[in-house]
């Protein structure tokens, strides 16, 4: 029995010599914050400081928050800075007091892929969901259906108003397809097939009638009537300093020519110019100076290195940039020469980041919980 107790003392003995020689290490996790793995942030000071914006209007008066999955788009009306869209894999948010409140609607529909909103009049919005459109005229107080595909596989991926017709609304498909109805979405006809899945629809905004469509097999491309298209991609390549990029037969460099460049990670408008864009895809980040070159951005990964899931651009001075990638929020003061790093509040993938458009230090990033 002594032989015993003897034997245990010197085993806690050795315990508090190795701990105290740091060999072994006991800590206590219970009082660790747990990093959430979704939500939706918003900083004024570039992400030195974040807040969580989530609070859910329900009735009653009780108090909820919004339960995040996959993210699929987020957007300011362009007529109204205080409200916002957010669309996810079961119904559209919306806010009208940037992101302080949010009401739910179209919930248990599908996937909310993409809204258009009239800027002739904000309170009609048409949202592809899944495989079907619908339209609000009540500002989403009421929706109805007002077309649907009946093919298994296809899907409504991005849809448009036209800024000179109203009445003209753009529709994309997953295969590929460009629908077009000229009756504020009574009727449809096809424009075009581009046999590849339409990915998403950005409207230019200093030139109405023209848009960007983004696809996987063409990259990038401009249209004002869905009929004709210029890529953009086959736009040549400059460095910082303005050169053209050459190859070995000294060639000049065409954006389609890098690997990776049309796999289409993020594009805003860079609003610093009269024609211009940011552009995030497997191979970097490039920027579209005036519609006539793209001059790629270096950051602090190689080409392919890292995946840049979301990027902003600050409208006012065309120097100011913000990028996320794998727990990390990169942000420039000059155009991309030099890069400050930080944490992200969540661990989640931030999928889309968000300036206000009245304000290019509000800044919005969501983030959408990691697939196992």
């Known amino acids: ?17 190795l701990a105290g020689c740091g060999i072994v290490s006991v800590k206590d996790r219970s009082s660790e914050a747990t990093q959430p ?25 009780t108090r909820q928050t919004i339960q995040y999955g996959d993210i699929t788009f987020m957007k300011f009306d362009d007529s109204d800075p205080n409200t916002v869209y957010m669309g996810t894999n079961n119904g559209l948010f919306y806010s009208y007091a940037r992101g302080t409140g949010w009401f739910r609607t179209l919930e248990n529909k599908g996937v909310v892929n993409d809204i258009a909103i009239d800027q002739q009049n904000r309170c009609v919005i048409y949202a592809a969901v899944h495989n079907q459109v619908f339209k609000t005229t009540d500002c989403a107080r009421s929706w109805e259906l007002i077309h649907f595909s009946s093919l298994a596989r296809q899907y409504f991926t991005a849809i448009r ?18 629908l077009e109805s000229t009756d504020a979405g009574f009727s449809w006809e096809v424009l075009s097939f581009l ?55 000294d060639r000049v460099v065409q954006l389609q020519s890098l690997s990776g460049t049309k796999t289409y990670f993020d594009l805003k408008f860079d609003t610093s110019q009269t024609d211009g864009l ?34 902003a651009i600050d409208g006012s001075d065309g120097k ?51 697939t196992k």
């Open 1 to 17: 029995m002594v032989t015993q107790k003897r034997f245990l003392l010197l085993l806690v003995v050795c315990a508090f010599f």
């Open 161 to 178: 108003v036209s800024a000179l017709d109203n009445s003209r609304i753009m529709l994309g498909t997953s295969d590929g397809t460009l």
């Open 195 to 249: 046999n590849t899945p339409i990915t998403r629809f950005l409207n230019h905004p200093n030139i109405p009638g023209d848009f960007f469509i983004v696809t996987p097999s063409y990259g990038i491309q401009r249209t004002s009537d869905g009929l004709a298209f210029t890529s953009l991609l086959e736009l040549p390549v400059h460095n910082n300093a303005g050169e053209p990029l050459r190859d070995s037969k």
């Open 320 to 370: 100011t940039m913000y990028f996320g990638t794998d727990g990390a929020f990169y942000n420039s003061s000059n155009g991309g020469v030099d890069w400050t790093v930080k944490k992200f509040p969540a661990a989640g993938v931030p999928k889309h980041i968000l300036l206000a458009p009245d304000n290019f230090q509000e800044l919005y990033i969501g983030f959408t919980p990691r």
């Open 278 to 311: 940011i552009y995030a895809n497997a191979y970097g980040i490039f920027r579209l100076i005036n519609g006539e070159y793209w001059q790629e951005i270096e950051i602090l990964n190689k080409p392919k290195q890292a995946r840049i899931y979301s990027i």
């Open 37 to 61: 793995s979704a939500g939706l942030y918003k900083t004024f000071d570039r992400g030195d400081t974040w807040s969580q914006i989530g609070e859910l209007y329900a009735l009653g008066g």
